[in-house]
Each structure stands twice: as structure tokens, then as C-alpha cells.
């Protein structure tokens, strides 16, 4: 029992090591193709204005695709309860009048205020007589 206990640990770390063996062996291919990695060289990586620009474009770009994914997800989340998104004509009161009537009683109370000979000259009428 024991003798094929230690057999089968054996076994199995050979066709581990094995499986290793082989996978270290495998040549990988490259993400990105030599030709493109030259052009990029050539355009941005060989000088410092260049590669400053290539990161300055990038983070420009990484944010402006950041801040339109992140808007989206909140508008999708939160629709209806932010005030773009509100309908406003379910909160119109189609009872007005009142406020209406309102304003025209205080343009009457300032022209009620205002009446007189209808010259508004009272103050010129007193000074001639002075005189």
C-alpha cells in the first residue's frame, strides 16, 4: 500500500516535470507584429517630443473613453432621477389662473398709486404759484 502510494506520487511528477519540459520548449508569438513596432519607433519612440506626445494623446484618449463609459453607466443607472433625464410636462399645473390673477391685482395697486391729474406735473403746478 505504501510502496504504490510512492509509485503513483512518482508518476505523477514525472508527467508534471514532463508537461513543463514541453511548455517551456513553445515559442510564443508576439501580441504585436515587428513592422508595427518599427513604425511606431520610427514615429514616436525615437524622439523625447515624440514619446512625450504618444503619452500626453494617450491619457487624453484613455480619459475621454473613461468619462463617456462611466456617463453612460451612471445615465443607465439613474434614469429618471436626474434632471436630464426627469419629464418635467408630468409636473405642469394646468391651473395657473390663480397666480395670474395675482400679478394683475399688483399691477392695479401700482397704478391706483400712480393716479392723479394724469400729468404727473403736481410738483410744477405748486412751484408756479410761488412765483
Not at 1 to 10: D, P, Q, T, V
Request: hydrophobic letters at 30%.
Amino acid at each position: 500500500m505504501i510502496f504504490s502510494a510512492a509509485l503513483l506520487r512518482n508518476h505523477i511528477r514525472r508527467a508534471t516535470v514532463q508537461r513543463c519540459r514541453q511548455q517551456s520548449t513553445h515559442v510564443a508569438k508576439p501580441l504585436i507584429g515587428s513592422g508595427a513596432l518599427r513604425t511606431w519607433y520610427n514615429v514616436f519612440g525615437s524622439s523625447n517630443a515624440g514619446y512625450i506626445s504618444w503619452i500626453v494623446l494617450g491619457v487624453l484618449g484613455c480619459e475621454v473613453m473613461s468619462g463617456t463609459m462611466s456617463d453612460s453607466i451612471w445615465n443607465s443607472v439613474n434614469q429618471g432621477k436626474t434632471y436630464e433625464s426627469t419629464d418635467w410636462s408630468k409636473f405642469v399645473v394646468a391651473d395657473d389662473d390663480d397666480d395670474d390673477d395675482d400679478e394683475d391685482d399688483e399691477d392695479g395697486d401700482e397704478e391706483e398709486e400712480g393716479e392723479g391729474d394724469g400729468d404727473g406735473d403736481e410738483e410744477d403746478e405748486d412751484e408756479d404759484d410761488d412765483e
